[in-house]
T-cell receptor, first 116, second 112 residues
Framework: GAGVSQSPSNKVTEKGKDVELRCDPI?????LYWYRQRLGQGLEFLIY????????KSGLPSDRFSAERTGESVSTLTIQRTQQEDSAVYLC??????????????FGEGSRLTVL | QKEVEQNSGPLSVPEGAIASLNCTYS??????FFWYRQYSGKSPELIMF????GDKEDGRFTAQLNKASQYVSLLIRDSQPSDSATYLC????????????FGAGTILRVKS
């Protein structure tokens, strides 16, 4: 597609339910990032994929969070047993290159998660 | 200590003035530095990147990097109301891939 696509754009769920957030990166982009942004806060790094591998999972807040990427394309971020503190906008970004001079991440519009 | 620190602001400047946004980082191994702009309710977009010490100019924007002081700044000349946004500093180090770490951002308000 023309840009990074995320779905759903909005998700309201009850505490304790599982949610899946999907990211379709720009075609051909090898790097894919997930960030979380709470209201009025900065971007919190969650996980990064190079191809289908995740060299850095250090940002995942707890074992309730997991992510995968298949076919060097679509990625899914799964949050199990959601808690109210999980409420945030989850941003996905993709990038064409992975050299040290890379940093132009193209962001999707985000998935806004509200946990009641 | 946060990896990337920014003053949250808001920084208010009059239209036409120079806005100066600052950022410090903790990891001396950081290699690449970026400024992103985020309008309210929107996703971040890249403004500039800088890798070498010194200044880099692009239109009304100038990025400045001082690796010895672990400091990077963004100057916006002739500030316009449309520049009002949150400016995010981001730092990358080639460790475990290319993890891009963002600061919390500085809110800029340009008053007409």
């Amino acid at each position: 597609g023309a840009g990074v696509s995320q779905s759903p754009s909005n998700k309201v769920t009850e505490k304790g339910k599982d949610v899946e957030l999907r990211c379709d990166p720009i075609s051909g982009h090898t790097a894919l990032y997930w960030y979380r942004q709470r209201l009025g806060q900065g971007l919190e790094f969650l996980i990064y994929f190079q191809g289908n591998s995740a060299p850095d999972k250090s940002g995942l807040p707890s074992d309730r969070f997991s992510a995968e990427r298949t076919g060097e394309s679509v990625s899914t971020l799964t949050i199990q047993r959601t808690q109210q503190e999980d409420s945030a906008v989850y941003l996905c970004a993709s990038s064409l290159q992975t050299g040290i001079y890379t940093g132009e991440l193209f962001f999707g519009e985000g998935s806004r998660l509200t946990v009641l | 200590q946060k990896e990337v620190e920014q003053n949250s602001g808001p920084l208010s400047v009059p239209e036409g003035a120079i806005a100066s946004l600052n950022c410090t980082y903790s990891d001396r191994g950081s290699q690449s530095f970026f400024w992103y702009r985020q309008y309210s309710g929107k996703s971040p977009e890249l403004i500039m990147f800088i890798y070498s010490n010194g200044d880099k100019e692009d239109g009304r924007f100038t990025a400045q990097l001082n690796k010895a002081s672990q400091y990077v700044s963004l100057l916006i000349r002739d500030s316009q109301p449309s520049d009002s946004a949150t400016y995010l500093c981001a730092v990358m180090r080639r460790e475990y891939g290319n993890k891009l770490v963002f600061g919390a951002g500085t809110i800029l308000r340009v008053k007409s």
